[in-house]
């Protein structure tokens, strides 16, 4: 099975040697990446955005990362200047994820700045999650994102990681809103992480949730929806930070073999979700690469670096040449 | 505030070392407690019965442990022998929770039993979860509460550590139903478990669930009703295992402050939680003992043995004197 040219949507890659441990397995599986800008200190200036894509590129071949900055109250001169160079902006809300503590404490703060974005085009990408209750965090969130569809019709927002089933409804809604969807959102529940043992290797956030979110989300994915685009938000954390209580699936080694797996064949939907969707939304143009999965058994890595991956040591039926 | 004779109705004391080391901090607070059958093999037969209660009385001073074996398909004779020295059966559906691999597959195979018990007046305790998704599994073992308690109409039927609200309605509706409810039920949700970091030391089955279940049980606590008991299910696990995702949270060293403070001054209702509910409900004799709390900031001990406690380091109001 070849496909071609393969983006994630959403990536952790972390710096330093983190980066260098992780990063080649992504650069085997994908064409492009969006790059998540959530580090300490913030990508969110042109200095430290090339000093972190050079170091991308000087890890990486036949690689497009696509650099995401993290929101904050940017002046207009500072977002032409980046608009060129960057994907879109992450808004996180404060404190909602790992190194968010600097995000966004009111949107409201940030609406001369989605105006601008809206003008020159540059995507919004949200981590839609309120401080609720962990289950109802991301429902809570919908009338933010209705709030901001409708408030900058011309913005393309990006709901990250979706695990609530109800946020996908909102893409019928609002023409402006659009999904990325993780490995671990698509195929687990509550019940990986905490229904035998509890398996800190599956917790993140948003946190993954029902059964029936789990079958609405996997519904939308089958379908091959326009406007839902994979994005692992692989994110890896040493094990010592996991069983500290880290939040983060580092799933980027199975990505490619757990989805040829849940697309049992249908190559022409897997091909949309993995790439196609987001190079027509979003018109991503990189170098075109095909990657080759083979039926052999492939065996997922038990340990990568100080990082135990999603699913360590798990057979699948494909393996990516 | 002195309690009288305070029972907590469902505690796991393990074996040997871990017993030693987590039976002072029961024994400082209670005046009896129903000890858990659990071990490794279980305690379902008159020797492992007599062994255990022994090595709890050489290890105890002025407590009373009341018994339950394990559940299993035992004879008219069996039961006869065991009736006087026991407090309760307990009855684990098969791999449900810590060493309940040995449990109950099939609630017909023990009617025989069930009936029997109802004859000579003993107790069922039942840890009611079905294998279905974890948030869902007392709530879908409800059915079996209730036919329970509609074949066996005499049986005093005792749902274990309620954690979901929906269980609390069967009270009023089956005269022979009770309930344990314990302190991480009663003051947590899964918030505390995964709605930060993710904290291994609130997991526990069944799970810690949602606000709304919280506070139905909260009220029905604090009304003091008649059938709702306090059981702590104080589970200690050594915390090399915890990290290994072992379910059970050790609050033993904190319930009379932690109760303190949640009954804030209510002293009528604490006694009833805490100790005459049972003893009315289940005619329990055992020697009266009086507890004193005083008012004086008491931290949680940070280690006990190889098991870290609920709640360890944090300041109490009140202190068990």
Redesign the interface.
Known sequence: MILNTPIDMHLHLREGKMLRDVIPYTINQFAAAVIMPNLVPPVDNRQRLESYKEEILANSENFTPLMNVFMREYTEDELLDLAEDIFAIKLYPAGITTNSEGGVKSIENIYPVLEIMQELGIPLSVHGETNG???DREREFAVVYEKLARDFPKLKIIMEHVGTADLLGLLEEYENLYATVTLHHLLL???D????????HF?CKP?IK??ADKLKIQEYVKKGHKKVMFGSDSAPHTIKNK?????GVFSAPVILPALAEFFEGDIETFQKFISDNARENFNIEVPERKIELIEEEWTAPYIVGEVKPMWAGKKFRYKVL
């Open positions: 209750f962990v289950l529940t509550l019940d992480l905490a229904g035998g043992m509890l398996n800190p917790f946190i029902t059964p069983l500290k209580g880290a939040a």
